[in-house]
């Protein structure tokens, strides 16, 4: 799809909202930084820069778009309270903007929520109800609330003053990076692509926006390649944040009209992406976050030769024992930790010769274990499984090569 001249009418935003929701919540959001990302000289064709929006008070871009909407409510409204489905970063900024408003706040999030966000959702003062193992189970709640309860729903992505309000994001790249050739931008429900979508069209429309989606969750690619909204059986991924089972009824035809190229990234390829940006750029920064630099790594973005780019790092809410899982299934992914199995003689010395072979090639042994009586071998051999840390792939390759040149079996061991 190539990129529209003009935005085509009949969107359910227009461009002049984004400008007002920009204004409205200027003084209470942080004007994140998009710094340029030298470190990754090596996977992107041109000039990278990242628009850090994990440096937001709550950690995500959703401050914008849910504080945008807080601020549209009438007096009766914020007596009532309001309500939201989220899993994580869209709660808590609606809790503490409810809670700095003085609005009584209810979240539903889903059982699967990383706990991290959780306890931030409560600690900002919300009451908290866990139901569902995704977001849109938990939405079905949440809509029971409003009927029962009277509060007033403050959707995460489908709802117009919500996505203008992450449509300033748009706006302040274009600012700090004029010469942007292409935006690179996560894609759950399609609020914040919309919006930005919408923003940098209306004025700058050569610029390519390509979306990225988690290969276990995506709505949006398969809302276009079917050409209606349709509603997917969502796994578990690393990027939750992106995890829905449906496109918005806002936010699909703009990404239709807006969105020149949607994209999907690995389990794997987000894992690594986390990593690379906690080593390389000392960030931290959520599966969902990463999905760009997934994307850009594996060439999916599609930039030409020294085009600039922008990522939209959107969150950096992340819980620490899932950085822990994170690492070393990036690590895994990227070929520096790996397990091996290789077969020896079972006699005194095999196990000090093959540790000494290892170490000689510059691997390093974190774990060693041996498999006897359920291994398919021979009585008078040993299977000696070594969990190693290595420098990449390359090193690994090398390192089996020669092993096997002194004659060992070697087969990678999952």
């Known amino acids: 799809m190539t990129a529209p001249s003009v935005v085509p009418p009949g969107l359910p935003v227009a461009p002049g909202e984004i400008d007002d929701a920009r204004r409205r919540i200027e003084p209470h959001v942080v004007l994140t930084p998009c710094p340029r990302a030298p470190a990754f000289h090596d996977v992107a064709p041109g000039p ?58 209810t979240v539903v999030m889903p059982e699967t929520a990383p706990l991290i966000k959780v306890s931030n959702t409560e600690g900002y003062g919300a009451r ?12 079905v709640e949440a809509r029971r609330l409003v009927a029962d309860e009277g509060l007033v729903m403050i ?17 302040e790249i274009l600012e700090q990076v004029p010469e942007v050739d292409v935006i690179v931008v996560p894609v759950g429900g399609g609020g914040m692509i919309s919006g930005i979508a919408l923003a940098v069209k209306s004025r700058a429309p050569h610029v390519r926006i390509v979306g990225v989606e988690a290969d276990a969750a995506p709505s949006a690619r398969a809302s276009r390649d079917a050409g209606e909204i349709v509603k997917i059986t969502s796994s578990r991924t690393l990027a939750d944040g992106i995890a829905t089972k449906r496109v918005g009824d806002c936010t699909f035809p703009m990404v239709e009209a807006l969105v020149d190229d949607l994209v999907t990234v690995s389990e794997e390829e987000i894992a690594s992406a986390v990593l690379q940006l906690l ?7 959520e599966g969902a976050g990463a999905v760009g630099l997934a994307a850009l790594t594996r060439g999916a973005v599609g930039a030409r030769p020294g085009q600039r780019i922008v990522l939209v790092i959107s969150g950096g809410n992340i819980d620490v024992n899932m950085v822990s899982r994170i690492i070393d299934r990036g690590l895994v992914a990227d070929g520096r930790l790996v397990r091996l199995l290789v077969k020896v003689p079972d006699l005194p010395g ?65």
């Open 48 to 105: 990278l820069h990242l628009k850090l929006e994990n440096l937001q008070r709550t950690g995500s871009f959703k401050d914008r778009g849910s504080l945008n909407r807080m601020l549209h409510l009438t007096d009766e409204e914020r007596a009532r309270g309001v309500v939201t489905a989220s899993a994580g970063n869209h709660a808590q900024a609606v809790a503490f903007h409810a809670s700095r408003l003085g609005i009584p706040c």
């Open 128 to 139: 908290v109800v866990q139901l569902g193992e995704v977001l849109d189970d938990s939405a």
């Open 155 to 171: 959707h995460p992505f489908d709802d117009p003053q919500v996505i203008a309000g992450q449509g300033s994001i748009g706006l």
């Open 279 to 285: 080593e390389r750029q000392k960030s931290v920064v």
């Open 350 to 414: 095999s196990l000090a010769r093959l540790t000494r072979m290892v170490a000689e090639r510059g691997a390093n042994v974190l774990e060693t274990s041996h498999r006897r009586g359920f291994a398919d071998i021979s009585v008078g051999d040993v299977e000696i499984v070594f969990t190693l840390e290595t420098r990449g792939q390359a090193h690994v390759h090398a390192l089996v090569a020669g092993l096997e040149g002194e004659g060992l079996v070697v087969e990678e061991y999952t």
